[in-house]
């Protein structure tokens, strides 16, 4: 079987360790119910902007500046489906985080994920969408953090169907524990 990947960069928000491990179970929960193998293809990652690499020359710097005035922490919210996939909704100040790391990379939308939504947790047909949504809900662990890290990735990814998706974390942003 011959892979058709694409490289992408992206830049996604990182919860701390124990959120993140935390949608790493989630996940593989929703994959052992399902057996979607995009339901493992990034969990831990909330997708803010996506582009082609060697755009653009993104630096520490940069990232850095997407968390000025970013005030708040994040609270992972109720499951949605939307766009054929399944999320764990995240609120939180996303917009401007989107926005910002959107005008960094270019935002090309080619990586077929909605973006500053929530984690994500596969792509499931409609015929399942209500009854996983609920299921989901019962499922997930509520989470809230405030520390957490902007990440640029390179991104080997399976289009359009994100059976196979591998990253590599090129550059890091911590934002220390927001005390607002």
Not at 144 to 160: H, I, K, M, T
Request: hydrophobic share 45%; aromatic share 8%.
């Amino acid at each position: 079987m011959v892979l058709r990947t694409r490289r992408l960069a992206a830049l996604a928000l990182v919860p701390p360790g124990s959120a993140e491990r935390e949608l790493s179970l989630l996940a593989e929960k929703v994959f052992a119910k399902t057996g979607e193998p995009s339901s493992l293809a990034c969990p831990g990652l909330l997708f803010l902007a996506t582009g082609s690499v060697g755009e653009t020359a993104v630096r520490v710097e940069d990232l850095d500046r997407c968390w000025k005035d970013i005030g708040g922490g994040f609270r992972t919210g109720k499951p949605v489906y939307e766009r054929g996939g399944l999320y764990l909704r995240v609120d939180g100040p996303l917009e401007t985080l989107a926005r910002r790391a959107g005008d960094l990379l270019r935002d090309d939308e080619v990586l077929p994920l909605r973006r500053g939504l929530g984690f994500f947790l596969g792509f499931h047909g409609p015929e399942m969408a209500a009854s996983l949504v609920d299921w989901t809900e019962k499922a997930a662990t509520p989470l809230g953090f405030s520390a957490a890290r902007l990440s640029l990735l390179s991104l080997d990814v399976e289009l359009p169907g994100l059976s196979v998706v591998v990253w590599k974390e090129e550059l890091v942003s911590v934002r220390k524990g927001y005390r607002g």
